[in-house]
């Protein structure tokens, strides 16, 4: 247990910041007794409103201490870095009882995180679904009905354009910050690292903000709204910003298990390094790229906090907006967000099993 505890207590850290900025959910649920959505629907004001300029700063401060409290306690302590004991390891079967109740407590963990994902399966085949266990009678009508919507057809085309924008950002900057991390002895690598990986524990709420609040007219970031409000380019950048560890990861996984001795080889030849990068480097490091690629569109696809906050006209909507307003539209509303959010649970599920096919396994993409 001691030597686990690190990395329990890093989990759980990241678990709080999370649960902590949630937005979705209490929208969802509408549920409006919660800092995110307070934040959210202090957005119509936000000129003459300062009170969610200080929400988020609260949150800010909160999630910072939470990281920085983590960071403290885990540097201090060897025993995350402790080297694996050395000697032969076996698999021990569990019998009888013992491998019985084991197996209930996973099933009925699983079963657990699988609920709501079943209750949306159900509810996107439900016709008719009140006060019983199951729906009473089921179809497949609110599929076709949810890809024809008005509303929805334009939302993916919008996702799939700012995705693959921040996948191509992505994977230009975490190449290049990559090779500097591990293939330079450039001072500061360490930190440069370290910054890297920040996005994924400051809350995608106090980003989206920051960005929503430096884009308002007369701001740093204001050229970044296009004609009529269109908030493209800061999908990018916010979409980039925030799956940037992703392919950075992955990226310094590659590097890590590639030969050098085949790159100072090509140079010492006289290969130009851009003719060594393209000749010798990337293809060695396709898998792991495409890998990172791969997961960085698909959570860009799905991303919740910046999606809500950012796009603010319905011809801008991306896919997560567009079941937000579903959930709000009369009649079977609830009935075609499931359906598109099963679509979306589909995609996400092809994508990540992808990904780890491709370099979960040789090149650690999920390795920290």
């Known amino acids: 247990m001691p030597l686990t505890m690190p990395g329990i207590f890093a989990g759980g850290a990241i678990v709080f910041i999370w649960s902590f900025t949630e937005l979705g959910v209490p929208l969802v649920f509408d549920y409006s007794r919660v800092a995110p959505v307070q934040i959210y629907d202090g957005l119509k004001d936000l000129e003459s409103n300062p009170f969610p300029y200080a929400l988020v700063a609260v949150m800010l401060i909160i999630s910072s201490a ?82 024809g919507h008005p509303l929805v057809v334009p939302s993916i085309q919008n996702s799939l354009l700012y995705a693959s924008g921040a996948m191509l950002v992505d994977l230009v900057l975490g190449l290049a910050i990559a090779w500097v991390i591990v293939r330079s002895t450039i001072r500061g690598r360490a930190l440069l690292d370290a910054l890297v990986m920040l996005p994924l524990a400051v809350p995608g709420l106090v980003l989206a903000f920051g960005y929503l609040a430096l884009s308002q007219e007369g701001r740093a970031f204001s050229f970044l709204v296009g004609a009529n409000g269109n908030p493209a380019l800061l999908l990018v950048m916010a979409y980039a910003v925030r799956r940037l560890p992703y392919v950075v990861r992955a990226a310094v996984a590659g590097l890590q298990q590639s030969n050098v001795t085949l790159e100072e080889a090509a140079l010492s030849l006289g290969a130009s390094p851009l003719r060594m990068m393209r000749r010798i480097a990337l293809p060695l490091l396709s898998a792991n790229l ?72 040789r090149g650690g993409l999920f390795r920290m």
Do not use: C
Not at 82 to 96: C, D, F, N, V
Not at 109 to 117: E, K, M, R, T
Not at 137 to 142: D, R, V, Y
């Open 290 to 361: 495409l890998a990172g690629g791969i997961l960085a569109f698909a959570f860009a696809m799905l991303e919740v906090s910046d999606s809500l906050i950012l796009a603010q006209q319905a011809e801008h909507f991306p896919i997560t907006k567009a079941i937000y307003a579903l959930l709000n539209t009369l009649g079977n509303g609830y009935e075609l967000a499931s359906a598109l959010g099963v679509w979306a649970m589909v995609f996400l599920g092809i994508s990540i099993v992808g990904a780890v096919s491709l370099a979960g396994k």
């Open 66 to 147: 939470v990281f920085l409290l983590s960071k403290t306690l885990l540097g201090r302590s060897k025993l995350g870095t402790a080297p694996r004991p050395k000697g032969r390891q076996s698999e021990k079967r569990l019998q009888g009882w013992k491998g019985w109740g084991l197996t209930a407590v996973f099933l009925g963990v699983f079963l657990l995180a699988s609920l709501p994902h079943m209750g949306v399966i159900l509810l996107s085949v439900a016709t008719d679904w009140y006060g019983t266990i199951l729906p009473e009678q089921f179809t497949g009508a609110h599929y076709d009905e949810a890809l």
